[in-house]
């Protein structure tokens, strides 16, 4: 038969974005002496997982060749739900909690019926959701900020067997997102959708429903995400989430989702969320100037892409084709 | 007698004011093989279509071991015992060859995926078309031949009664078409009736118990296909007689060499090969798939990279990465993949045509795009190599036959007037009419100085059209043919040589 | 015989785009407000929702460049603020021998070349580096809101009068920025439609690889989409900050990228690259500030202007998805 030609089971798409990363370890390790330890680890965790949370549900909808711009709005949106039911309608924590993931799932379902039935772009789609998500949300405010009781922040600062809760949840997310990718009938068909929607057709596939299940998964994702970021902060500010997305499809992408659909895993968005906050804990470790911050990210991530896109040039050569969203 | 698996009765279809399939009426017995020919155009795929269930008939009936057979939709032609191997391979690369062959039904325990049952069902179904590969393997790694075999593997699943093959051998090796011919032999023995759509006649007539020739959608003649013959095929399917299928050589004064490249090599890919390409010079390139043909052309043109190795225009060193300086110094190369690299799908005849040439239309100081003087040129085009159109400056080129479009390419570079062309695969999915066309463009070309490199998976094309052959194998220059010496056994030889050392 | 091939119609609507269909969408607009908020034809406000439409058709122009050729810009509300901190840093430190008025005719410059420099430095990266224009303009978005943030120490600069006279000033009675709005869209218009550049902008987005064939510069094609882009954000930068008074980091917010896009894609022009004329944008631009204009009008919260603009681009978007299908 053939001879034994490169034959890869995994692709090592985030191996050249992993070297970079541990490069940055290294060198902010040396530079603040309170980075590398246990408990700045569990920081970093505790602060990246809204948009590790957030990421992992993009990443279902990044298969499907797809983008939810809307994600941040909808993390304002179900916050907001939850900030209602529990200060003005005096709903206790336990209860209100399903409702805003319910409400998350909800804003999800919508965004993946207008993307299916409408046959739009999810990039024009989940832009127009955006701006009603967060209108409904500010409507809901009045625009004003919400204080929390501080059972919230108890579900941020809390630890089971000394691992912060926030983390648990994280860790919850990440390994019921990993089986529904890899070892579900659904999240298979994800990625042939991503593939080739035709081909995906013509095979029979439910190609509508799979779709927007992936964008009811995002928007659940969205509310959890949120759920954890308004427990941090005990409150429900009118910005909670404002371009959040952008961090979120950013670190799915440094963690090897392809915008094009059909490539991606669950730990690749964890790394990238990962990678991102780690740069920005380190800059606050070494006491960087704040404006900075987003100088320092936008350079980072151009690296990791640019060392991503030399490492992909290697491997397939013909992919001169270049488009956006 | 036993009833036939498969009957069609006046099946209609109309796409529009187009009647693609008129009152078309056949049958296939179990254990049958029945070819179905014709020209682009002529209804075979749209047939086939509405046997598998992708569309649905105006018109007429069919019966499915005399039951009554009316699928809505791919998935219950399935369920009814039809199964349908289409020419663009519908495997998912992001998957496992497992993965694949299950898809629609995936194994579940407990919602989850059952991998254990997952596997033993793919190298079951591996099995059936001797594929020997590890089902857990991502479909990306596999050549488009294995691809194909799992296409089939994948319709063989679901034990259909009725197999329709269209254009199977298309992404075949030699030793692949070959399994395929005994793997045929088997279902019919199997009793399964066989639909075969090939544009390789003498495949078809090989193989196929019977034939139908369809054209212009309708029934021309259907009989045992040891009662047709080529000569006798070509009228029927085209409506009038050819003397040859190429055309007649004219001695022509070969000039000093155009093109010459040295010691091209990529690892794994192309071994270090030199060839040189005369004024005039039609020069053949065969091999088996996978041999590095396509990559050397595209290779020499600039498109891909290159480990080692030199290219000279007319003595002049070509840069290594530029298609851009290849075209400038009048280099042509039209891909294999038509649709993905050769057209602008959406864009109009006229704008296809003009995109190597837009300089000499466009008049400085500000660059000005002149319109007319591109229709002007495009309408000349047209004309010289009969391409049926409507409007070169209106309609779009994805709307032409596969036939019709390959001109389009072609005329992109006679407008450019290219003195080198690179041609791979030119007649693939083209029409017999067409192809004749394009035979003889290829020939004027070269009379006119120009130098060709044809590549073609065709030996009967080489030989008819080249003056000389080189034979790739395994990615070096195996051997080389002068016209006295063309014979399709030692060419074939040649093709497997290196192949056998590598794979015993 | 050409029995493959559909007949051609006089007037194919296929070719005729978006555009035609968002002029009977702003027709409808206007007809149903007209009852309510009649001063919505009023010169007064004919004349602002002119302003607001040139600003947002120069910028939508810009990214139209880029995303004809398969890309899109992000960073635009970013490099509008820079740009306008440019020029309020040249003139801060004015050269006390020039006039007044070189003085203008220098931040002119510099806040239009910050633009170009910015626009060449991602088209670099998305052309030659072969980035995805998604990150890279995100990046940017990034990089240049920070140094911009952190170069003005979040400070505000004024602008000197003469220049922001610019904004005001009107020869022949027509506001100078619809003027240069004009311009733009007659330039735009013939650089797409009539020259080399726009042929070659259409082929390198419709498919690179064919491009690349054929044997045009699709790289130095792509990039300079990004440099036309930047100096479109530029141009606007000039705008905004006229119109201001003042130059800071928070020159504009980032919703007007997604009125900017959202007009683009109204008025034509596709995500995935190709395809998109100037008129369509001009008529998504008129038609994403008309719903701005007649949400302020009908004295909605800001909250409600939200909802509302989503919704309209969502029963854009449906109203073509039914036309698709109906010609289909």
């Known amino acids: 038969m053939k001879p034994p030609t490169q034959r890869g089971h995994f692709p090592w798409r985030w191996s050249a974005p992993g070297l970079l990363y541990l490069a940055i370890v290294i060198g902010f390790s040396i530079a603040a002496p309170a980075f590398p330890s246990i408990e700045n680890a569990l920081n970093i965790l505790v602060q990246m997982t809204p948009v590790a949370i957030g990421s992992l549900g993009m990443t279902f909808v990044l298969l499907t060749a797809g983008i939810d711009l809307s994600v941040g709005a909808v993390m304002f949106l179900t916050a907001a739900v939850g900030g209602a039911l529990v200060v003005s309608s005096g709903w206790p924590v336990a209860a209100a909690v399903p409702m805003m993931l319910l409400a998350g799932a909800a804003a999800g379902c919508a965004n993946g019926c207008l993307v299916t039935r409408l046959g739009a772009s999810a990039f024009i789609v989940t832009l127009a959701t955006m701006f009603v998500a967060r209108g409904a949300g500010l409507w809901i405010t009045q625009t004003r900020a919400i204080n929390l009781p501080d059972v919230f922040r108890g579900l941020a600062t809390g630890r089971l067997g000394g691992v912060p809760l926030p983390v648990l949840v994280l860790i919850l997310a990440f390994v019921s997102a990993h089986i529904l990718l890899t070892r579900t009938p659904f999240g298979r068909r994800l990625y042939a959708i991503g593939y080739s929607r035709d081909a995906a057709q013509t095979a029979g596939l439910p190609v509508g429903r799979t779709i927007c299940l992936a964008y009811v998964i995002s928007g659940i994702c969205a509310a959890l995400a949120g759920t954890v970021q308004v427990s941090q902060l005990a409150a429900v500010s009118p910005n909670l989430g404002q371009g959040i997305e952008l961090e979120m499809i950013a670190a799915a992408v440094l963690g090897g989702t392809s915008l094009f659909g059909g490539r991606g895993t669950a730990a690749g968005a964890i790394l990238g969320a990962a990678f991102v906050q780690t740069v920005r804990n380190g800059l606050n470790l070494i006491d960087a100037d704040p404006f900075i911050y987003p100088i320092v990210s936008g350079v980072i991530i151009l690296l990791a892409v640019l060392i991503d896109s030399w490492q992909q040039r290697r491997e397939s050569p013909r992919r001169t084709h270049m488009s956006a969203a | 007698m036993s009833t036939p698996t498969l009957e069609l009765a006046g099946i209609e279809k109309r796409f529009g004011e187009h009647r693609a399939v008129r009152a078309v009426s056949l049958a296939c017995e179990p254990g049958e093989i029945l070819g179905l020919v014709g020209e682009n ?241 039609i020069l053949g390139i065969a091999g088996l798939m996978g ?118 390419v072609l005329a992109r570079w006679l407008m450019r007037d290219a003195q080198v062309l690179l041609l791979d695969e030119p007649t693939r999915g083209v029409d017999v009419g067409s192809r004749q066309h394009v035979y003889e463009l290829i020939r004027q070309a070269a009379a006119r100085g120009a130098g060709v490199l044809l590549i073609s998976s065709e030996i009967e094309e080489l030989l008819g059209m080249c003056d000389r052959i080189l034979v790739l194998s395994a990615g070096a220059v195996q051997a080389e043919f002068e016209r006295e010496d063309f014979n399709r056994d030692t060419l074939m030889a040649a093709a497997f040589a290196a192949v056998r050392g590598r794979y015993s | 015989m050409d029995r493959d091939v559909p007949p051609v119609k006089r007037f194919d609507w296929r070719r005729a785009g978006s555009q035609a269909r968002a002029v009977p969408l702003i027709a409808l607009l206007i007809a149903c407000l007209l009852p309510w908020r009649p001063e919505i034809l009023s010169l007064y406000n004919l004349e602002s929702l002119a302003l607001a439409i040139a600003l ?175 100096f479109c954000s530029g141009l606007a930068g000039v705008f905004y900050s006229a119109r201001l008074y003042t130059a800071s980091a928070e020159l504009v917010e980032n919703d007007v990228l997604l009125d900017c896009i959202a007009a683009a894609v109204i008025g034509g022009v596709s995500l995935s690259g190709g395809k998109g004329k100037v008129t369509g ?10 719903v701005g204009n007649a949400l302020n009008l009908l004295g909605l919260r800001y909250w409600h202007v939200l909802i509302a603009k989503g919704t309209v681009i969502l029963l854009a978007v449906a109203l073509d998805a039914a036309g698709r299908s109906r010609r289909a």
């Not at chain 2, 059936?128 to 393997?137: F, G, I, M, Q």
């Open chain 2, 41 to 281: 155009g002529a209804g075979k795929s749209t047939l086939l279509n509405i046997i598998g269930g992708v569309l649905r008939a105006d018109a007429g009936a069919m019966r499915l071991a005399g039951q009554s057979y009316a699928p809505s939709n791919a998935a219950s032609a399935l369920a009814a015992g039809v199964a349908f191997v289409h020419q663009e391979l519908n495997l998912f690369a992001n998957l496992s060859v497992a993965e694949n062959l299950s898809l629609s039904a995936l194994p579940t325990r407990g919602g989850l995926i059952c991998r254990r049952r997952m596997r033993e069902r793919a190298a079951e179904a591996l099995c059936a078309v001797e594929l020997n590969l590890d089902p857990t393997l991502p479909v990306a790694s596999l050549s488009p031949g294995e691809r194909q075999l799992v296409e089939i593997a994948k319709a063989l699943m679901s034990r259909p009664r009725v197999l329709l093959l269209d254009e199977p051998t298309s992404s075949l090796t030699e030793r692949e078409t070959q399994l395929l011919t005994e793997l045929m032999q088997r279902w019919k023995r199997e009793g399964i009736a066989v639909v075969y759509v090939s544009h390789q006649l003498e495949h078809v007539l090989r193989h196929c118990d019977r034939l139908v020739v369809l054209r212009d959608g309708a029934v021309q003649a259907v009989g045992a296909a040891r009662e047709f013959d080529i000569a006798r095929l070509i009228p029927l399917m085209v409506g009038r007689s050819l003397d040859h299928q190429f055309p007649p050589r004219t001695p022509r004064r070969m000039g000093p060499p155009v093109l010459e490249a040295r010691g091209l090599s990529r690892a794994g890919v192309v071994r270090n090969v030199s060839l040189q390409l005369r004024q005039g010079e």
């Open chain 3, 281 to 290: 944008v001009l008529a998504g631009a008129v038609f994403v500030a008309l």
């Open chain 3, 56 to 230: 947002l058709f120069v910028l939508a122009m810009g990214q139209s460049f880029v995303m004809i050729s398969g890309g899109i810009d992000l960073s635009q509300p970013a490099v509008i603020s820079a740009c306008g901190v440019a020029g309020a840093f040249c003139f801060a430190a004015p050269d006390p021998s020039a006039g007044a008025g070189s003085s203008v005719v220098l931040g002119l410059t510099v806040m239009l070349c910050t633009g170009i420099v910015v626009g060449a430095a991602q088209g670099l990266a998305v052309a030659y580096l072969r980035l995805p224009p998604l990150l890279v303009s995100l990046a940017t978005l990034m990089v240049v809101g920070g140094g911009t943030l952190w170069a003005t120490q979040s400070n505000r600069y004024e602008l000197p009068g003469e220049f922001t006279r610019i904004w005001y000033a009107r020869p022949a009675g027509v506001p100078i920025p619809l003027l240069i709005v004009a311009a733009v869209a007659v330039v735009a218009h013939f650089a797409l439609a009539h020259t080399l550049f726009g042929r070659r902008l259409y082929a390198v987005g419709q498919n690179a690889t064919v491009a690349r064939i054929a044997g045009l510069p699709v790289e130095r094609t792509i990039a300079s989409s990004y440099v036309v882009c930047g």
């Open chain 2, 291 to 408: 041999a590095g043909r396509s990559e050397l052309a595209r290779m020499i043109f600039g498109l891909d990279a290159r480990d080692a190795g030199e290219v000279f225009i007319g003595g002049q060193r070509l840069p290594p990465r530029s298609p851009r300086a290849s075209v400038a110094r009048g280099l042509a190369f039209a891909s294999e993949d038509r649709r993905h690299e050769g057209l602008l799908l959406d864009a109009t005849i006229a704008d296809n045509m003009s995109l190597a040439s837009l300089e000499r239309f466009a008049t400085s100081p500000l660059r000005r795009i002149d319109h007319q003087r591109i229709a002007a040129a495009a309408d000349e085009l047209v004309s010289r190599l009969s391409i049926s159109c409507r409007d070169v400056r209106r309609q779009a080129v994805r709307t032409l036959s596969g036939g019709n479009q390959q001109k389009v």
